[in-house]
């Protein structure tokens, strides 16, 4: 199946946050927030991402040659090709599917907080939900998964106003991406670019920027977490191997010292 | 020692019993037992991918609580041992220290365990090297553990993920070789024949003198005597081998 991929124009998001709301309203997370807003010196709001919030638009407040200009940033799962959270996750709640979406089964998470803490992008939010026994589940961006795993767009897609955002085949849409980069650059964007296509496996959260990614906060070259692999794919194993050798050692060891030791002879 | 017994003479084997634990040391090792057996079990669950449908969900979340109820006594029960009998605590630690019989007992251990073949042995203290691999592996792992464990319970967010990553990977090393020790020192404790002294002292704090005279030489006679029967066994061992 060929990856799919969200195509976000940040050149012609007004940050209007409809997808916010969009966003909350399918996937039933809380509005609270908003009644407690906080002057964090931004228009920004809410002040990150959090369990109820899965998408959010940053302010970058971007001093360029040019004089002062909003960079606006669509925040939220990248939907990496090589996800570490998937790697990770000891419950497979996190899943890669098919078609490259990192979706999340809230049922079988049990709050461990892994993916959090290896993802590239700090994206997984922990959700606490009895701070006593640290009962928690995590929370991200599924690219609504219930609705485009029965062909309908995510919500936040579905409601974009300007039509910042796109969604479908994800080689489609790096062609759209490349094009209006040029198109950008033609218009005088220098520093236009399309971010995500290769890094971390290829991105299935494509942004067509104005700016260099550090201008928006994104790192330039995020880093697959190595030790990932290293935990998963060598300590385990090995670990169950050695596991396994000592209670096969054990169990020899019993067979051998019984034939070789008689117990009349031990007082 | 020989009885008559409804007419028939047979031997009877008696036993000195000799001092070896406190209440508290038992206690202490026994609070060890019950929450390392759960931490270990509630730990290869989230560790080994074929337990993972005990990891999900409800389930999840409940061995997690257990494995961190577990953790709390398991890093206090040393603690409280250095707070209730300290010199009891330092006495011991002095003779987990690691000496140069140790390599004697090293090369002779195979033999001597597995096969059965009884030579002669350099003398040991109340602990033997076996029970000292134990007890270091047990130390380090308690104090790597517990720094790593409470780093990933409490670091969480605050700590940098590249270092919280490190503690996930080190918790697990440490933990595969405690569970790898524990598996011996079960097997030691409750199946070899040699040892059978072993779980009787640690359920009532008494051990065999005939035992300690031949497993804890050093302990029983004091140095001086036991370094002069582990030559004279020497010798007897180089003259039977001669013939």
Not at chain 2, 223 to 237: D, M, N, T
Request: one cysteine or more; glycine letters at 10%; aromatic letters at 10%.
């Amino acid at each position: 199946m060929t990856r799919v991929a969200m195509l976000i124009d940040e050149t012609k998001c007004t940050a209007c946050r409809g997808c916010q709301v969009a966003c909350k309203q399918w996937n039933d997370r809380e509005g609270w927030e908003y009644s407690k807003t906080v002057n964090t010196g931004s228009y920004e709001n809410p002040p990150s991402l959090s369990p109820q919030t899965w998408t959010r638009i940053k302010f970058t407040e971007y001093d360029g040659p040019d004089g002062f200009r909003w960079l606006f940033l669509k925040e939220g799962c990248l939907h990496c090709g090589n996800p570490a959270c998937v790697k990770v996750c000891p419950t497979a709640a996190l899943k890669q599917q098919s078609d490259g979406r990192v979706t999340f089964e809230r049922d079988l998470c049990n709050g461990c907080g892994y993916c959090s803490q290896f993802c590239p992008f700090s994206i997984p939010q922990l959700e606490v939900t009895n701070p006593y026994t640290g009962e928690a589940r995590s929370s991200k961006c599924t690219f609504c998964q219930d609705r485009t795993g029965n062909g309908l767009l995510p919500a936040c897609v579905k409601t974009c106003p300007p039509g910042a955002l796109a969604w479908g085949d994800r080689d489609e849409m790096i062609a759209k991406g490349k094009a209006r980069v040029e198109a950008l650059q033609a218009m005088g964007f220098s520093n236009a670019n399309l971010y995500g296509e290769a890094q971390v496996g290829g991105l299935g959260r494509l942004y067509v920027l104005a700016e260099k990614p550090a201008a928006y906060g994104l790192p330039a070259d995020p880093k697959y977490p190595a030790l990932a692999d290293v935990w998963q794919s060598i300590a385990q194993p090995l670990g169950g191997i050695a596991l396994g050798a000592t209670v096969l050692g054990v169990i020899a060891a019993f067979f051998i010292t019984r034939r070789n030791i008689r117990m009349e002879e031990v007082e | 020692m020989t009885v008559k017994l409804k007419g028939t003479e047979r031997d009877v084997v008696t036993i000195r019993w000799i001092p070896k634990y406190t209440t508290i040391e038992r206690l202490g090792h026994w609070i060890h037992t019950t929450t390392f057996v759960p931490l270990a079990i509630t730990g290869l669950i989230l560790y080994m991918p074929f337990l993972q449908p005990l990891a999900q969900g409800e389930a999840g979340l409940l061995i997690r609580l257990v494995h961190r109820v577990a953790a709390v006594l398991f890093g206090l029960m040393p603690i409280l041992y250095f707070v209730v009998q300290p010199r009891r605590f330092i006495m011991s630690i002095r003779e987990f220290m690691f000496d140069k019989d140790d390599i004697g007992w090293v090369q002779n251990a195979f033999s001597y365990y597995l096969l059965g073949r009884h030579t002669a042995m350099p003398p040991q203290g109340r602990f033997n090297t076996g029970e000292k691999m134990n007890g270091l592996i047990m130390c380090v792992t308690w104090v790597v553990l517990g720094v790593t464990g409470l780093a990933m319970w409490f670091g969480k967010g605050t700590m940098p993920a590249g270092l919280f990553q490190w503690m996930v990977l080190i918790h697990d090393v440490a933990m595969i070789a405690a569970v790898c020790m524990f598996l011996v020192h079960l097997y030691l404790a409750v199946a070899h024949p040699l040892m059978w002294a072993g779980l009787v002292s640690m359920r009532f704090g008494v051990t065999s003198a005939a035992y300690a005279a031949e497993h804890h030489a050093r302990w029983y006679y004091g140095p001086k005597r036991a370094r002069q029967l582990y030559e004279e066994a020497k010798k007897k061992v180089a003259s039977e081998a001669g013939h």
